[in-house]
């Protein structure tokens, strides 16, 4: 289990990629900002869809 401190030093990280991240995006066009949101979006819900099927094949696999 993390202590206090590793979770402040994480948090501390997360905002500042997020910071980059807002400002990078603010500097390029909307029609590239869009397509790479939507890349993005793709990316996560397949990623969700897999994980989704292989907890479920898990859990059938241990019923049996």
Do not use: D, N, Q
Request: glycine letters at 4%.
């Amino acid at each position: 289990m993390p202590t206090i401190r590793e979770g402040l030093a994480m948090l501390l990280a997360v905002i500042v990629a997020m910071g980059l991240l807002a400002g990078a995006a603010i500097h390029t066009s909307l029609p590239v900002f869009l397509t790479a949101s939507a890349a993005i979006a793709a990316w996560l819900l397949a990623f969700a869809a897999r994980e989704r099927l292989a907890r479920a094949r898990l859990v059938r696999a241990h019923r049996h």
